[in-house]
Structures are given as structure tokens and as C-alpha cells.
């Protein structure tokens, strides 16, 4: 409330044009609900009576020593997810993910069997045709696949103690084979469709399992082909619909996104993309090319490289609000910042971030891409305008000596005036891309992009950027930052290699090359030498001059391409 009475006030005073840029900020209380080591605890008390109850479902009357053994088996799962997979344990939504997941595949497993079982199916027919692929393959889609296995693993376990079949070893196996096939079957999930193939993956190898467990426990019976190879295989199917349809949802209520969300969210006829393209077209370029630079990167480390090429497609989309005070959209005529002041030109390239964040925000991009927004320049010094800004007090302070000058006119420079407003990078992603950004940005510099020359370039950009901090909050090792800086050294070459110039066929002039080494181009300049082209009917001694030439020596050398 006294934000919005001094906002009014300042406007008022014409100090102030009344408008607030969206901020990108979670809630203290979903923070808290995320993050909260009681709301932790108190998923995990809700997972183990929410298993009490499955339990108690069953026909048989349940013991004592059941429902302790089943909270035993919950606590067991829970301490192996806290302390196995500790990133996603930071997360109470990706724990309550987790259990949902699993808690849904019981329960449906379990209305399952009592279809079955009022159709006259035998108790060991029932266990391939259960549903013990979902969780996994939920959980390897939208957190990885080291959840996928903690799922595969504790459904087998919780089931055997839940259902308790008469033959628990098939069961305990079954489930495994289902479960680890499926995990195996989402490694290369990047379209929604590549989810009803792992659903047909998983349904083969429950069909298989079936089959050998039914030839061994008694061989051919009625209906054996399709109760032993048909539901499997439809259960299997069904179940990677099934994740798919609710893929979406589950996306949106946690705040996860997947590899084929990813690729969607890549398009470039986004609207923001489009208005980049045709506003900022320098900053558009600019961000591809991070985009390409970044995305290497990250595939370099393992990291999550769709991530990082759609964050780093968006990372700018700042410049929109001035984009002509940018020095890759800039008129070389008209400098803008020639009649500002440096700690004014400063605050407008500084602003970028905070505007970018507000254009997030208004149309609702993943959370992830505009946390990029706000970190890839962390709280790095926009040296130039500080410099410059340090070069104008310097002149003020001699005139002042001079006596041409009040001490008044002393302008007083704040090295934090001219920092970012932050954060540092908090993950590895946010960091190849600040990265990548500032290396793609000074390598147009370069006149010559010898290997030597950039690789100096990514030495001393990444060795600034850690003396300054800028990687003290992310997670990147020393030996990922070396490769890094292998990657960009590689794609930056590939982008910046020579071409080879030649001449127009139809002319005579020389052939230079684009090449540091001009002997690269020896052979296509002998060719342009009196004489030396046969084919060239304005040669003077050419064999040839009145002959009209063959279409295919139109065509440059291959050489030249």
C-alpha cells in the first residue's frame, strides 16, 4: 500500500511515469511449502497412511505385523528418496509427485485385480497385466531417470506388501522387469509420441515375461494368447497414453517441464521471437547464436541442452523496449548514447534484465526461461560505461585543479550503479548461457579467429567472470567448466572459419581467398592467371575462345564452396 501512495506521489511530481514492471517471484508461502522441512515430513506421514489404507482394501483381514511391515517398507522409501536423490528431495512438489504417482498406479492396480477377479482369472495370470510401468515412466519423464528407477524399484516392493500375491517372487520380479524397461524405454522421450512406443516397449516385455512365466507354470491353457500376450501388451499401451494425457496437467500443477515440452516452447514463431526478429534483428541473431553456443555446451556436460536452447533463445528479449541503444542493432551513424551520460547509458543497457523479466511475465514463459532472463548477467560490472564513467571524473577532477571548475561538477562514480542487478547464476544451465552470451558477444571483435586468439577470448572471459564471483552460486565443477570452454572454443571456430573468395566466371580478374594462409587458394588463383583457364573463352590463349563453354564450368570449383 505505501509503494503504491509514493509511486502516486512521484507521478504526481512528474518524477515518475506510474508504471511497475512485473516481477518474477515466488510466494513466501509457496516458497515455504516447497522448501519447508515439516511440509516434507507431513507428505511423508500422508504417503504412509495413504498406503495403511490401500492396504486395508484387501479381502483378507490385515495383521499387526502387515501394517507395520508396510510403514516400515513407506519410511524405507522415503529416507532412500531423501537421501539418494537429493536435488529432487529439495522439492516437496517433486516429492509429492512422487508419491502421487505411485499411490495412483497402486490404486489402480488394485481395481484391477478386482475385475480380474470377479471375471475368474487365476491370481498368477493378474500380475503381468497390473499397471507397474506408470510411475516409472512418469517419473522418468518429468524428473529423470533416476526417479523412474526409485519408482520401478519401491512399486515392486510396496505391491508384493500391499497385494500380497500368493507367489511373491514372481510378482517382485515382474514388476522389476516391467518397471526397468520402461525407464529404459523414456531415455529418448521427445515428442508425445515416443510415449505410446515406450508404452509398446513396456508391453512387449511384460508379453515376454508372461509367456515364459506361463509355459513354466503349466503350459497352454484357455485364452492363453490373449491373457498372456494381448492384455499385457494392452495394459502397456494404455499406460503410455495414459501418461501422456495427464503429462500436461502434472506439468502445470508442480512446475516441472519435460524434454518434449521443451522442444515445443523452441519455436520460434513465438511472438516475442517474431517481434525480436523484426524490432531487434541484431539481438535476434545474437540470440541464436548463444543459443547454438550454449546448447553444445551443455551437451558437453550432460546438462539439459533443450533447456538451454530455448532459454537462450529468450534470454534478451529485454532489448525489445530500446532496442536502437544496443550496439548490435545500433545505426554506426547514430550513436544514442553519444549525448547521455555514462551511468544513464548504463542504467538503460542495465534495465534490459528487469524489462525482460516484465515481458516473461506478461506472457507467461516457463518459469526457468525467465529465471535465465534475470541471471545470465548476474552481477557482472557493465565495464565500459564504468570505465567511461571513471575517464569523465578523471577530466572533472583536472579542471576542478585547474580552477575551470566547482567542486560540485564532480560526477561521483559507484562501481554498484553500474553492476547487474542479479542473481548470480543458480543452476548450470543460467551459467553456460552467461557464459556463452558474453563470449559470443566479444568474439565479433576478433579480426583474425585464429584458434589461438579465441581460445585466449574463452580463457580470459571465464577467468574474469570467476574472479568476480559470477559462478560462486551455481553447481558447475571445474572439470564441466573445462569442457565448457573445449565446446566453446570448437563451435566458435566453426562459426567463425574462413571462406575461400573466387572470382566470377564471366570475368577476369583475380582470386584472392578469405583464408589467413593464402596458398589455401593457390589453385583456384592459377586458374585466373592468363592462360591458365582453358575452359574461360576471353582467355587469350585459350584453345577454345570461340567455343561456347560447357554449363558445368559455370559452376564454382569445389574447392572454392
Known sequence: MFDSLRRARLQREGLSCGKVRRKHQEGELELGLRTHGVAAALLGVGFVVTLQLLAGLRPNEISAMDMLCTVVLGAIAILHWRVTLRQEAADNG????????????????????????SRGWEAALTLMVLPHAFAPILLGVTLGRRAGLFAALHGGLLGAMLFQPEQPAPFLA???????????????????????????????????????????????????????????????????????????????????????TWLELADLNHPLMRRLSLEAPGTYHHSLMVASIAEAAAEAIAANAAMTR???????????????????????ADNPHEGLTARMSALILIAHVKDGVDLGVKHLLNRRIIDVIEQHHGTSLAWFFYQRALDQKAEALALFHEGRSTEDDIPQVSETTF??????PQFKEAAIISLADAIESSSRSLDHPTSARVEALVDDIV???????????????????????????????????????????????????????????????????????RNNPNSPRSPRRQRKPKAENLQPPASAA
Not at 530455448?310 to 544496443?326: M, N, Q, R, S, W
Not at 559470477?470 to 571462406?499: I, P, W, Y
Request: positive net charge; proline residues 4%; glycine residues 12%.
Open 310 to 332: 530455448v532459454c537462450a533463445y529468450f534470454h534478451d528479449i529485454g532489448k525489445l523496449t530500446k532496442p536502437e541503444y544496443f550496439i548490435e542493432n545500433m545505426d554506426p
Open 174 to 260: 515382474g514388476s522389476a522387469v516391467v518397471g526397468f524397461f520402461s525407464v529404459l524405454a523414456t531415455r529418448r522421450v521427445r515428442r508425445r509420441a515416443h510415449l505410446l512406443a515406450a508404452g509398446l516397449h513396456t508391453g512387449l516385455s511384460a508379453s515376454a515375461f508372461a509367456l515364459v512365466m506361463g509355459l513354466a507354470d503349466g503350459g497352454i491353457f484357455t485364452d492363453f494368447f490373449s491373457r498372456v500376450i494381448l492384455w499385457p501388451m494392452g495394459i502397456g499401451v494404455a499406460t503410455g497414453v495414459a501418461v501422456g494425457a495427464v503429462l500436461p496437467v502434472l506439468e502445470f500443477l508442480f512446475g516441472v517441464t519435460t524434454q518434449v
Open 419 to 424: 553492476r547487474y542487478p542479479g542473481p548470480k
Open 463 to 533: 577467468g574474469q567472470r570467476m574472479s568476480d564471483g559470477q559462478l560462486d552460486e551455481c553447481d558447475l565443477t571445474l572439470g564441466e567448466l573445462a569442457r565448457n570452454k573445449a565446446s566453446f572454443v570448437k563451435t566458435l571456430l566453426s562459426m567463425m572459419h574462413s571462406r575461400v573468395k573466387y572470382r566470377n566466371l564471366g570475368g577476369g580478374e583475380r582470386v584472392t581467398t578469405g583464408s589467413p594462409h593464402p596458398q589455401e587458394g593457390r589453385t583456384i588463383a592459377m586458374a585466373a592467371l592468363p592462360g591458365g583457364d
Open 94 to 117: 517433486a516429492m509429492l509427485l512422487m508419491a502421487l504417482s505411485l499411490l495412483t498406479q497402486f490404486a489402480a492396480s488394485w481395481a484391477l485385480l478386482e475385475w480380474l477377479s
